[in-house]
């Protein structure tokens, strides 16, 4: 079966430190992968490299046989269609919901949960668009026919429009 996509020899080092040395893989069409290894063993770094976030030294990404230039910005990698999604955060089972929320560090970049309390249209319009990712995932990965999916183009749910 042909690859979709094909990572060949891709190298990566910050400073003194190989984050990725010669990394070759292909992934076929319709198989789902997974990549696995201990922390540090440059997992991460490696979807860097294929999506753009971080430059590669060395080595080349072929996306359904065609080369993905170097330098090439995020967004024109992911008008190629391929793009990534990050971890899941998880809470910590043994305290409170509360304390998790107070848990999060005041400096941290990423969406406070905090404020999604006082903003429930935010939070609506955010599960609207984890849905729409879910899905495009679905049909990427050309699992939405398998899964029978039906994909409808439709406005967000209004908890006030439900039939009663």
Not at 3 to 32: Q, T, W
Not at 49 to 72: A, N
Request: charged residues 25%; glycine residues 8%; hydrophobic residues 35%.
């Amino acid at each position: 079966m042909a690859s979709i996509l094909e990572i060949k020899n891709v190298s990566k080092n910050f400073g003194g430190i190989r984050a990725v040395r010669n990394c070759s893989l292909k992934i076929e069409r319709g198989k789902i992968s997974g990549l696995i290894g201990p922390n540090g063993a440059g997992k991460t770094t490696l979807f860097n490299l294929i999506t753009g976030f971080y430059e590669m030294d060395s080595g080349e990404v072929l996306f359904k046989s065609e080369k993905v230039q170097p330098g090439s910005q995020t967004h024109e990698i992911f008008l190629k269609g391929i793009y990534r999604s990050f971890q899941i955060t998880r809470e910590f089972h043994q305290i409170t919901v509360l304390e998790n929320l107070l848990a999060v560090p005041p400096e941290q970049d990423g969406e406070k949960i905090w404020m999604n309390w006082f903003r429930p249209d935010r939070v609506r319009k955010q599960e609207n668009r984890n849905i729409e990712k879910a899905l495009d995932i679905l049909k990427f990965l050309e699992l939405d026919k398998k899964a029978g999916v039906t994909i409808i183009p439709q406005g967000p749910f209004i908890p006030t429009e439900a039939p009663e």
